[in-house]
């Protein structure tokens, strides 16, 4: 199993995150964007179905930054700009303390990954929704820095699939995996007290991303979609509390 990566500029970039601030330039770009933040589980499935979108419908994926090595997923190694754009930590403070992003977070306490302003504006040129993956608190950023940004969130269908594609997706360290179930409780919590939060459920790839459109490009809020979400959300928090209740993590 592969440990656990470090920060080395750790205290830095809690700095830079807490100071942040648009750039004028970026605040043109996103008076311009159509933009889709998805925030979710790690492993939930935000990643197929951003695929699905961009290769049917007319969205195009925001690529983030990383300080984090690029990584073996499903037998193949993730490439630079079409997976993640992977940076050095020296790189990514300078261009987060130049209001050159929308959103940057430390993860996992482990790399800090953003969404570059430069990306959304190669949406915005090539006349597409731009969409992207966030963690729960970039997502809290976007919605500030653009409210009236779709903000989706993706839920699996149970706890136990979830916990399949988790593993499915990478060999997972045991604190690893800790760090993946604390953060899953936040992220429930977050879509849970956010209103701006729209819950849609990965049943097939085809329906998740019909109700997705219908969010984004039509207006359309199905009030037993979203009571399910709700629920759903509710359930699957309870069981990651209650896993993290049985003091077996590292």
């Known amino acids: ?147 009236d940004a779709h903000i989706i969130g993706l839920l699996p269908i149970s706890y136990d699939v979830w916990l399949k594609r988790l593993f499915g997706r990478e060999d997972l360290h045991p604190a690893e995996f800790a760090n993946r179930l604390r953060t899953a409780e936040k992220v429930l919590e977050a879509m849970l007290a956010l209103p701006y939060f729209k819950f849609v459920v990965n049943d097939t790839i085809e329906q998740a991303a019909e109700d997705l459109r219908q969010i984004v490009e039509r207006g359309m809020v199905d009030k037993r979609k979203q009571d399910r979400g709700c629920d759903l959300t509710k359930e699957l928090l309870r069981q990651v509390r209650h896993e993290l209740a049985k003091g077996l993590m590292v």
């Open 1 to 147: 199993m592969v440990e656990p990566v470090r920060l080395e500029h750790m205290a830095e970039f809690r700095k830079a995150i807490a100071d942040f601030r648009l750039s004028e330039h970026a605040r043109h770009v996103l008076s311009k964007a159509n933009l889709v933040a998805m925030s979710g589980l790690a492993g939930g499935g935000r990643n197929t179905l951003i695929n699905y979108l961009v290769e049917h419908h007319n969205y195009y994926f925001i690529v983030s930054d990383t300080t984090r090595p690029p990584k073996l997923r499903n037998g193949i190694m993730e490439q630079d700009g079409i997976h993640y754009y992977f940076r050095t930590e020296e790189g990514m403070l300078e261009d987060i303390r130049s209001g050159e992003f929308i959103e940057a977070e430390i993860i996992h306490n482990q790399q800090v990954s953003g969404t570059s302003i430069r990306e959304i504006e190669r949406a915005n040129e090539a006349g597409k929704i731009g969409i992207h993956d966030f963690e729960y608190q970039g997502a809290q950023a976007v919605a500030a820095a653009k409210p």
